[in-house]
T-cell receptor, first 115, second 113 residues
Framework: KAGVTQTPRYLIKTRGQQVTLSCSPI?????VSWYQQTPGQGLQFLFE???????NKGNFPGRFSGRQFSNSRSEMNVSTLELGDSALYLC??????????????FGEGSWLTVV | DQQVKQNSPSLSVQEGRISILNCDYT??????FLWYKKYPAEGPTFLIS?????DKNEDGRFTVFLNKSAKHLSLHIVPSQPGDSAVYFC????????????FGKGTKLTVNP
């Protein structure tokens, strides 16, 4: 069974540009969550989508957005990139979401460097 | 406010000995706890979980203990192996508005040969 797939794995962008990252969840999983990891900050929750609807949102500015398609694939977008957006962006999927009793499974991540 | 805390940023143990990683939480609505292992440049890998109706769960060399009254859980790795060297994240979720999975900042475990 294929795991969570994220593309691209690595990318470099310039300040002010925008970026779109893609995530294909495990087959049958309807929940997709996005996290940002920076050194010393652990895993910061961005948002969760379930059946094409945003169900939960973390404390990130509106420059960070996402969406989920009918096949459960998800994209996240960061507009007007800042140097501080350089991070590993992780996608995770689960059957029912993040609540009690659910396990989420991560992809390999997309490394974004903003220069 | 950090709801899940891993107070030790790093831990070093000898191969073959026990590794104990600790995690504290503050939200009493949390009732499901997970541990993930993360190697550099890779996504976190699910290790083991425990529900609040239990106080212990084992899977091979990995055992998680939960002390609900102290709001504390720990991950024991016995025996530790060099391949266990990674960052370990504790995470918690619950019900009633606490459905969002909350992660600690991680503990970097180094197992020395």
């Amino acid at each position: 069974k294929a795991g969570v797939t994220q593309t691209p794995r690595y990318l470099i962008k310039t300040r002010g540009q925008q970026v779109t990252l893609s995530c294909s969840p495990i087959s049958g999983h309807r929940s997709v969550s996005w996290y940002q990891q920076t050194p010393g900050q652990g895993l910061q929750f961005l948002f969760e989508y379930f059946s094409e609807t945003q169900r939960n949102k973390g404390n990130f500015p509106g420059r960070f957005s996402g969406r989920q398609f009918s096949n459960s694939r998800s994209e996240m977008n960061v507009s007007t990139l800042e140097l501080g957006d350089s991070a590993l962006y992780l996608c995770a999927s689960s059957l029912h979401g993040q609540g009690s009793g659910n396990t989420i499974y991560f992809g390999e991540g997309s490394w974004l460097t903003v220069v | 406010d950090q709801q899940v805390k891993q107070n030790s940023p790093s831990l070093s143990v000898q191969e073959g000995r026990i590794s104990i990683l600790n995690c504290d939480y503050t939200n009493s609505m949390f009732d499901y706890f997970l541990w993930y292992k993360k190697y550099p440049a890779e996504g976190p890998t699910f290790l083991i979980s425990i529900s609040s109706i239990k106080d212990k769960n084992e899977d091979g060399r990995f055992t998680v203990f939960l002390n609900k009254s102290a709001k504390h859980l720990s991950l024991h790795i016995v025996p530790s192996q060099p391949g266990d060297s990674a960052v370990y994240f504790c995470a918690a979720s619950g019900q009633g508005g606490s459905e969002k999975l909350v992660f600690g900042k991680g503990t970097k475990l180094t197992v020395n040969p």
